[in-house]
Structures are given as structure tokens and as C-alpha cells.
């Protein structure tokens, strides 16, 4: 293109050079006959030799080498700042390769996560056939049938499929609440009871920035003190490594609209949307361990900390939608709670009460379910309720167990993930209402428990 431009340049200097003089164009014969063309420019000057012939030559050929310098400079550059061409192109093929590699070792990745999918499906499509032909094997459970499934170390390999089994029945089944319990002995009330059905979510406030994809965020169910009360809105962003910051917000209101009344820095950094917030304190694990800690948020200080024992930590079994969600702390009607799985229990779900002022361990449950096939869970009057999965739009709480009995169950009741992320919940007893976190989104469902009169009052 550059030498286009150089031609066309100089053919037009040239031209306006010729255009310059008066020209005239004649033929004639010369003497062997022949036709001759003679083209003629006079001269500016009136001079009658042509001694500005070789000036004005010149002054071509200067222009040209002008213009040719013009395009070499265009063309490869000049040098210091400048760069040329190709150093840019490699520059760029450089960082195209690296994007190229790194979007190679995605897909990688990716392709096992699906293989392993593949294979869970395949095992579990045949357990679901096994069930299919054996209805009725799991409704014989005699005393000591359920007892012994819910031991302490006796988790066979068999139940914990049968759990696999429930995950992916949270997929595709959704069974209404009102054909899970027989209506007859359906007497809703104020006090402790079975969970029956989740209202729809609603949502409250969106994160504004990629730190807030997942993260915790509540209200204290028994206030202590005078400085916060029930109103007050918690909420931790926990995407990053040194998550310290917990926001405060006075209401609602101002949760809604982005104010918070107060930031509080905590002493250790937190590990994932474990925490929860009781009796005026803050609860939460510290980053990569197995400690617990006590934070009061009236004094601003760390009151106490504590080892959960035997407690895995930093991604060892965490829930499903991973986050090193090891250690999920609860809180109830019947006090402060931990969910979390041992190397002794095999990455089933333990569950344990604590002391809210010590952090001490009081009693503590083994489950046969696999804390890796659920999304979440969370404590109502001393029953685990599970979630299916953290990104299907329609899915079900679909596991339930009872401290209280023993005895664990599977259930179906429809739950709804609206933004298809959800990496927190948790429960407030004094509001009958979930809290969770939802792909940036912190929302609330509503709840509706149910006292079954056969097993009087909770």
C-alpha cells in the first residue's frame, strides 16, 4: 500500500511540474519520410537554453527520496519508543499462546470433572434401578436397624450410595409437601417442629463486586446487649485469602440500600461461609485449620477459640459446590451446632452441639451421607435438612436426620436456586426463615414447620 502511495505521489509531482510550463504538441515529416511527434515546454523564465532542466531534475528526485524516507519510516519504524511491527506481533502471539495453554489446561480439567460426573451418574442411574426393583427395602427398618446405621463408624458403602442415590433423586423428583405427611396429622403452630415446605426466594440486596459471589450474611436470632439488635443485618464477603471484614448494617432497610453503620475488622482471617452469628457473638473458622472462633461483637475482641476435633479443614470434604466448606456452623432452637465430616467417618456428615461460651463439644451424630453429595445444610429444632444441589433452578431439601431419634430419612421438599449458585444457608429461628447467598444475591425463604401430634410437642 505504502509503495502505491510513493508511486502515485511521485507521478503527481511530476505532472504538476509539466503543468507548471505552457507545452505544445506537433507532428511533421522528417527527411527519409517518416512521421515524427515533437513535444515542446517552454521555459518560465524566457531563457532560451536549459540550464534549470537538471535544477528542477533535481528537485524530483529530492522530493522522491522524501517521500520514500516518509514510508520507511511507516513501514518499519523509527526506532526508540516506536516499536516495529513484528515486535508487536510477537508480542501479541506470545500472549495468545499463553491464554491459549491456560484455556488447554481448563478444558482439561474441566473434561475429568465431566468424565467423573459420568461415572457418578452411570453408578447412581444404576442404584436408582436396584431401588426401582427392591421398593420396599427401605422401609424396613426395625429399632436396631436404624441405630446401627447411624453409629459411629459403620458406614458401609452400600448406605453411602443409597445417599448418592438421594442427591440425584433431589434432581429429578420434587414431591409436594402435602404428600409426604398424611393430612390428618398436619397441625401447623409457633413452636418446634418438622420442616414442611420452603416459600419462594426473596431477594434483598445484590454484591456489588466480584468479592461478593458468595459469602455469609444474617441477623442474630438472640441479640445480647443493648448496641445491636435483632434488626441488625451481618454480612462477609468471602472471596479472597485474608477475608477479615464483617459489615454492619442497622436494618433491613439499610442492608437493601448498601449503608452499612459499621465495619468491623476480625482478628483471624475467615475460612468460607461457615460463620454464624449467636447470642452477640460471632462464630466462625479460622483460615486453614480447624479452629473455631468466638468473636464478640459488642467488645470487638476475640473471647475464645477452640479445636473441633478431628475436624477436616481447607477443602478435605467439603460440601459439593466445594469453597472449602468443611466446617459449617449452625444455629438453632437448641443452640450453636457444627457440620462437618472426620477422616474417621469417611467424609460423611458429623454433627455436633457446642458450648456457645467454651466452644467444647457436648454430643456429637454420625450420619451415613456423604457430605460431597449435598450443596449445603443447616439445623431446625435439632434435625439436619440437606439441600440437592447448589445450581439446579428446581431442587429439594432431600435428606433429613434426627438427633433427637437417631434416625435419618429421605425427603423431598422443593427448593428453588434462583440465580443458580447457592453457597450459603442458614436458619434464624426467631424469623422461621432461611438466609442464603445466591450468586452475588442474598436472599430469605420463608418456612412452614409442622408438629406431628403422634410425637407431641418438640
Given amino acids: ?50 540550464p534549470g532542466a537538471v535544477t528542477e531534475r533535481d528537485g524530483l528526485l529530492s ?6 524516507a516518509l514510508v520507511n519510516k511507516l513501514v518499519v519504524g523509527t526506532g526508540g519508543d516506536v516499536k ?36 457418578r451418574l452411570s453408578k ?15 422401609h424396613h427398618t ?19 450410595s443409597t445417599n448418592a442415590y438421594q442427591e440425584m433423586k433431589a434432581e429429578v423428583t420434587e414431591v409436594p409437601a402435602s404428600h409426604l405427611l398424611p393430612e390428618s396429622n398436619q397441625t401447623f403452630n409457633k413452636g418446634c417442629g418438622e420442616l414442611v415446605t420452603v416459600g419462594e426466594p426473596v431477594s434483598h440486596k445484590k454484591a456489588e463486586s466480584i468479592t461478593g459471589k458468595y459469602g455469609v450474611w444474617l ?38 440500600r448498601g449503608f452499612p453503620m459499621k465495619v468491623l475488622l476480625l482478628p483471624e482471617p475467615v475460612e468460607s461461609t461457615g460463620a454464624t452469628v449467636y447470642r452477640g457473638s460471632l462464630y466462625y473458622q479460622r483460615r486453614q485449620s480447624r479452629t473455631i472462633i468466638r468473636y464478640d461483637l459488642t467488645s470487638e475482641s476475640l473471647v475464645n477459640q477452640q479445636d473441633l476435633p478431628r475436624a477436616s479443614f481447607h477443602g478435605q470434604h467439603p460440601y459439593s459446590w ?10 438453632d432452637e437448641q443452640g450453636l451446632w457444627a457440620i462437618y465430616s472426620t477422616d474417621e ?57 434426627d438427633t433427637a431419634t437417631n434416625a435419618g430419612r429421605a425427603i423431598a421438599i422443593p427448593f428453588k436456586n434462583k440465580y443458580r449458585y447457592n453457597s450459603m444457608v442458614d436458619y434464624n429461628h426467631a424469623l422461621r426463615r432461611l438466609f442464603a447467598w445466591d450468586n452475588f444475591n442474598m436472599v430469605t425463604y420463608d418456612l412452614r414447620l409442622l408438629e406431628r401430634s403422634a410425637h407431641g410437642t418438640s
Fill in 1 to 50: 500500500m505504502w509503495v502505491q502511495v510513493f508511486l502515485v505521489c511521485g507521478f503527481t509531482v511530476f505532472s504538476q511540474s509539466l503543468a507548471e510550463n505552457q507545452g505544445s504538441f506537433n507532428h511533421s515529416h522528417n527527411d527519409k519520410g517518416h512521421c515524427q511527434y515533437i513535444f515542446t515546454v517552454s521555459s518560465s523564465d524566457g531563457s532560451s537554453s536549459c
Fill in 63 to 68: 522530493r522522491l527520496t522524501l517521500l520514500e
Fill in 84 to 119: 516495529p511491527d513484528g515486535e508487536d506481533l510477537q508480542e501479541a502471539y506470545a500472549q495468545v499462546t499463553e491464554e491459549r495453554d491456560q484455556l488447554q489446561q481448563d478444558k482439561e480439567r474441566l473434561t475429568k470433572q465431566i468424565q467423573e460426573q459420568q461415572r
Fill in 124 to 138: 447412581t442411574s444404576l442404584e436408582v434401578e436396584s431401588l426401582r426393583l427392591k421398593p420396599c427395602q427401605q
Fill in 142 to 160: 426395625g429399632g436396631s436397624q436404624q441405630d446401627n446405621r447411624h453409629r459411629p463408624n459403620t458406614g458401609s458403602e452400600n448406605s453411602l
Fill in 219 to 256: 441477623q442474630d436470632p438472640e441479640p445480647q446487649g443493648t448496641l445491636y439488635t435483632n434488626s441488625t443485618v451481618w454480612r462477609i464477603d468471602a472471596v479472597g485469602k485474608n477475608i477479615r471484614q464483617l459489615f454492619a448494617y442497622e436494618d433491613m432497610n439499610q442492608f437493601s
Fill in 322 to 331: 466445594g469453597g472449602r466448606t468443611d466446617i459449617d456452623l449452625a444455629v
Fill in 345 to 401: 467417618a469417611k467424609g460423611a456428615i458429623v454433627i455436633s452441639t457446642l458450648d456457645p461460651e467454651s466452644l467444647e463439644v457436648r454430643q456429637s451424630w454420625e450420619t451415613n451421607l456423604r457430605k460431597n453429595t449435598v450443596a449445603n445444610a443447616f439445623m431446625i429444632c435439632g434435625r439436619l435438612y440437606t439441600v440437592g444441589s447448589y445450581t439446579a433452578p428446581n431442587t429439594t431439601i432431600n435428606y433429613m436426620f
